[in-house]
């Protein structure tokens, strides 16, 4: 959060991760104790970068559209309204169809 004005998520500082996939920084690590959110767009087809953090926990809550998120190598399918938990080392990404577009908002929470 830039200010203390209310603000879109676009507005926010953004980052890439993937080929057409847009990351933004709506609650940046620092800025409100040991929590820090994003707000992310993935453009079908698109995979996100695997990964898995050692130092947060996170968790997604689906905004718009649907895709599929893997945990653990375990596809699961996704779309608005729901809400998914990444325990600590869970090896997770996304998969976006060709035509289908995911929004998610992630928390972490920092050990």
Same mark, same amino acid.
């Given at each position: 959060?830039?200010?203390?004005? =209310?603000?879109?998520?676009?507005?926010?500082?953004?980052?890439?991760?993937?080929?057409?996939?847009?990351?933004?920084?709506?609650? =940046?690590? &620092?800025?409100?104790?040991?929590?820090?959110?994003?707000?992310?767009?993935?453009? &079908? =087809?698109?995979?996100? =970068?695997?990964?898995?953090?050692?130092?947060?926990?996170?968790?997604?809550? !689906? !905004?718009?559209?649907?895709?599929?998120?893997?945990?653990?190598?375990?596809?699961?399918?996704?779309?608005?309204?729901?809400?998914?938990?990444?325990?600590?080392?869970?090896?997770?990404?996304?998969?976006?169809?060709?035509?289908?577009?995911?929004?998610?908002?992630?928390?972490?929470?920092?050990?």
């Amino acid at each position: 959060m830039g200010s203390d004005s =209310p603000q879109r998520f676009t507005d926010c500082e953004s980052y890439q991760e993937g080929s057409r996939n847009a990351y933004y920084k709506i609650i =940046p690590k &620092g800025t409100m104790g040991n929590v820090a959110a994003g707000y992310v767009v993935v453009e &079908g =087809p698109e995979t996100t =970068p695997p990964n898995a953090h050692t130092q947060w926990e996170q968790a997604y809550f !689906i !905004i718009a559209g649907s895709g599929t998120l893997v945990l653990d190598g375990r596809p699961h399918r996704v779309e608005a309204g729901m809400v998914a938990r990444i325990p600590l080392e869970t090896e997770h990404y996304v998969e976006v169809a060709s035509g289908e577009r995911l929004e998610y908002i992630y928390v972490n929470r920092f050990l």
